[in-house]
């Protein structure tokens, strides 16, 4: 079996979630705060991928390359390779297109124009780890800098506090991953807020939080996947909410009337 970050945070989230979305396959529609996010990422990765092979981006290319993304009709938003198909815009386009514009631009003034700029070594790189003959676990950098370090870019409406990142699990998973305790993973949060900004934080992980998760917390999962067990959150979760899950309402109409476990072992 392989399960990638997206899946395991997904089913931690909500069970029955993951169950809609990875077992049954039914997409959602993505919305404009997923598009955006996307075009970001699309950009930054053209602009890494081209400084890998010693090309230069000028600021103003690179507000060009997000334009050209965004217009693009054959562009598709994507999360985590997951292709969304129906669009669904919650904002006025033209409006999220100038956010993303901003972004961008705020992120080349603030780290691409300056000496602190990563130095790539891969862009946008899938990499596995098998943790038994049965499991792989599948993860996506977004850029990999020369000297190691797993760089993460987030489009976010406000910064993650320290404290989340610190005890954030994606950078536990990156380390098991990797196999390497220590490794330095950033997150480079372009904030979209009134004036958009920049925000960078650090997670470092030990020996002890890879063990965590590769014995304790991904084992269980696992067999509940494998068992067909796919609990719902709470109701009272702020996952369980239509501003953050977008099953919410439509495949899963009566959250309070699913069984605290689906079972679907006679699929
Ligand atoms: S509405 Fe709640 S229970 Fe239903 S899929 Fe979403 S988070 Fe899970």
Redesign the pocket.
């Known amino acids: 079996m392989n399960i990638s970050y997206s899946q395991l945070s997904s089913f931690l989230?909500?069970g029955?979630?993951y169950y809609?979305r990875y077992v049954k396959g039914i997409k959602y529609p993505g919305n404009s705060d997923l598009y955006l996010g996307s075009a970001v990422h699309s950009t930054l990765e053209a602009y890494f991928k081209a400084k890998i092979q010693g090309i230069d981006t000028s600021r103003e290319q690179l507000r060009a390359i997000f334009s050209d993304i965004f217009d693009s009709k054959q562009y598709k938003a994507t999360e985590d390779g997951d292709e969304v198909v129906d669009l669904v815009w919650r904002e006025d386009k033209g409006i999220v297109k100038d956010v993303g514009l901003t972004l961008v631009e705020t992120y080349y003034d603030t780290i691409l124009s300056k000496p602190r700029c990563p130095d790539p070594l891969e862009s946008e790189f899938w990499f596995e780890k098998a943790l038994d003959p049965e499991v792989t676990i599948r993860l996506k950098a977004d850029l990999i800098t020369a000297s190691g370090k797993v760089i993460d870019f987030k489009i976010k409406r406000r910064a993650m506090p320290q404290a989340d990142a610190e005890r954030d699990l994606q950078p536990s998973i990156y380390a098991l991953g990797l196999g390497t305790p220590g490794i330095a993973f950033e997150y480079h949060q372009l904030v979209r807020t009134k004036i958009p900004k920049v925000v960078i934080q650090e997670a470092n992980r030990t020996e002890a939080d890879i063990d965590g998760v590769a014995n304790t917390l991904i084992p269980p999962i696992i067999k509940m996947i494998h068992d067909g067990i796919f609990p719902?959150?709470g109701m009272n979760t702020w996952?369980?909410d239509p501003r953050w899950?977008d099953?919410?309402g439509t495949e899963?109409r009566s959250?309070r009337q699913?069984s605290l476990v689906v079972k679907e072992k006679d699929e």
């Open positions: 989230k909500c029955y979630g809609l719902p959150s996952a369980c899950c099953y919410c899963c959250p699913i």
